[in-house]
């Protein structure tokens, strides 16, 4: 049976613990720590961008941004377009691979409308718009879960994989030698952690009934079945050719601004910058995004000014791009053939429980 808007609703009511009608206590305390969490995130956003612009020239990143070209920022912003098209081509792989059917238009739509939020509130609100978007649109809430958890890790990973490849340029280029080792340890890490994802529901009987090792066992079936499925395969190519679209895209602004940068500086650079904005310590990575730029690009002779704002610029391009993700997912439901659930045909009774 499909988890339908009022079954959904009640759930989220459950798993909040708020009475109808007042506040309790529990689920005032939730509230307060998310926001006390997205203060602090905010406050450090600001201070990396207030150390970052108290040793800058305003000046210099203004002619930078008017000395740009027009055509070569258009060209940029095409690039932009395709990341969260890639984004959502990822999440619909992971969908099929844990045995859900959605339409490729919708998945990319509401993934674009997603991580334009994650560029504006922490990059982690982004996946729980995304996974709100399906719940409400038909899928179970517990597949839109363990889709969206299941995508990032190979997102992640490919990531990872990426950067150790890239990591000799990236020493080369940027002084930085501990590269590869860092990588590498990361990489390996993240095996291991997957490696207990994976197995998590065989552990003894005692470590499953822990509360949290229970909510991590349950997402152990569906991620053997993706990881041993064709559309593991397929996903794993997607996400390290999103990972290139970044930093090609990326390469698009410099150019656009008359950078003097390679492709390739780019694809060393930017799985560092990616993986940095990610993590769940600022607004949508900015502020951390724009001191790394500058820092790196700093190492290859690149003026501040300069990097300042091709950073501004690519953070503004990756919020622009889910526009139209988001423009599909308020007024799609008008379209013809478009209002339909995220699961398909299937609708098995117990896909989500």
């Not at 993934?111 to 990059?123: E, H, L, R, V």
């Not at 719940?135 to 969206?148: K, M, N, P, Q, T």
Request: net charge positive; glycine share 12%; hydrophobic share 60%.
């Amino acid at each position: 049976m499909r988890l339908t808007r009022p079954c959904w609703r009640s759930t989220l009511g459950r798993a909040g613990s708020v009475n109808t009608g007042r506040r309790t206590q529990a689920g005032f305390a939730p509230a307060a720590r998310q926001a006390a969490g997205a203060a602090a995130k905010a406050a450090v956003s600001l201070a990396a961008a207030w150390l970052i612009l108290r040793s800058m020239d305003a000046g210099g990143v203004w002619s930078s941004f008017a000395a740009a070209s027009l055509s070569g920022l258009l060209l940029a912003f095409a690039a932009f377009l395709l990341i969260p098209l890639l984004g959502g081509l990822r999440w619909w792989l992971a969908l099929r691979g844990i045995g859900e059917r959605a339409r490729l238009g919708h998945a990319m739509a509401l993934f674009s409308a997603a991580a334009m939020a994650g560029q504006a509130m922490p990059s982690v609100a982004g996946d729980g718009v995304r996974i709100w978007l399906a719940a409400r649109d038909g899928c179970s809430l517990r597949s839109a879960i363990h889709s969206v958890l299941l995508e990032r890790v190979f997102m992640v990973f490919a990531l990872l994989a990426v950067a150790l490849a890239t990591a000799p340029l990236f020493a080369a280029r940027t002084g930085c030698g501990a590269a590869m080792g860092l990588s590498a340890g990361l990489l390996t890490g993240g095996i291991a952690i997957s490696a207990v994802l994976l197995f998590a529901d065989r552990a003894p009987r005692g470590i499953v009934q822990m509360r949290f090792w229970g909510r991590l066992s349950g997402a152990a079936a569906p991620a053997r079945r993706l990881v041993l499925s064709q559309w593991g395969a397929y996903l794993a190519a997607v996400s390290v050719l999103s990972n290139l679209a970044i930093a090609f895209a990326a390469f698009l602004l410099g150019r656009a601004l008359d950078l003097q940068l390679t492709a390739w500086d780019l694809v060393a650079i930017m799985p560092a910058v990616t993986l940095a904005a990610a993590l769940p310590v600022s607004l949508g990575g900015w502020g951390v995004r724009e001191g790394l730029l500058v820092l790196l690009l700093g190492r290859m002779g690149v003026p501040a000014a300069d990097a300042l704002a091709l950073s501004l610029l690519f953070g503004v391009a990756g919020l622009l791009s889910g526009v139209p993700g988001l423009l599909a997912t308020v007024f799609g439901s008008s379209w013809s053939g478009w209002a339909v659930p995220v699961v398909g045909s299937r609708g098995r009774a117990g896909s989500g429980r």
